[in-house]
């Protein structure tokens, strides 16, 4: 079965703190997908990042990075230097078409981020 | 913006009533999702189609749910005899067949209030 875990439900921090996002998942093939997305009170979906299984390599954006490691199904989410703007609900989605036998998203329960100025 | 368009925005209704909520995908995306997000919950999956063929429905798409994607354009998705438990966000995602990485696109979403 498919499962995505976001066990932090909600995180706050003071501005320029760095945080991490915790996402463990669970699938049983070798080949899926990882997304993070952010969403902000007005409620749309933000895409940040994906990511396929085969590549393992850690990214950077600016203040945004992600740890992806296959051995422990972990991929994490760290912004340095926290901005009140970070501010938002972010969300972890896995897409596992071998099992699911199509690409919908199956999301965790989203972490709350609020940055406190 | 994602190019993902839905209407209406947010809608009230009182509990009964039929409620009709539409997409407008990228028009090059051949494949559409519907979600459903609850207060303080993950979007859910709730059907897909490829072009106009609907290929999946989730079990939390009661029966007094349909949705239809009339020539693989536009989608739209109805609830019939509303309850106050279908008081959600619905979200609207477009993906293209074989894109590498199956990145969904989403739309602002409907906000649905059943009073």
């Known amino acids: 079965a498919q499962k995505v875990t976001q066990a932090q439900t909600e995180i706050s921090v003071v501005e320029k703190e760095d945080v991490t996002l915790d996402c463990v998942y669970e699938t049983r093939d070798t080949t899926y997908y990882l997304f993070w997305y952010k969403q902000p009170p007005s409620g749309e979906l933000v895409f940040l990042i994906r990511r396929n299984s085969f590549d393992e390599q850690n990214e950077i954006s600016g203040r945004y990075s992600w740890n992806f490691q296959k051995s422990t199904s972990s991929f994490n989410f760290t912004i340095t230097a926290s901005q009140v703007v970070d501010s938002a609900v972010y969300f972890c989605a896995l897409s596992d078409p071998a099992s699911s036998g199509t690409y919908k998203y199956i999301f965790g329960t989203g972490t709350r981020l609020k940055v406190l100025a | 913006d994602t190019g993902v368009s839905q209407d209406p925005r947010h809608k009230i209704t009182k509990r009964g009533q039929n409620v009709t909520f539409r997409c407008d995908p990228i028009s090059e995306h051949n494949r559409l999702y519907w979600y459903r997000q609850t207060l303080g919950q993950g979007p859910e999956f709730l059907t897909y189609f490829q072009n106009e063929a609907q290929l999946e429905k989730s079990r939390l798409l009661s029966d007094r749910f349909s949705a239809e994607r009339p020539k693989g354009s536009f989608s739209t998705l109805e609830i019939q005899r509303t309850e106050q438990g279908d008081s959600a966000m619905y979200l609207c995602?477009?993906?293209?067949?074989?894109?590498?990485?199956?990145?969904?696109?989403f739309g602002p979403g409907t906000r649905l209030t059943v009073l």
């Open positions: 995602a477009s993906h293209r067949q074989a894109s590498s990485y199956n990145e969904q696109f």
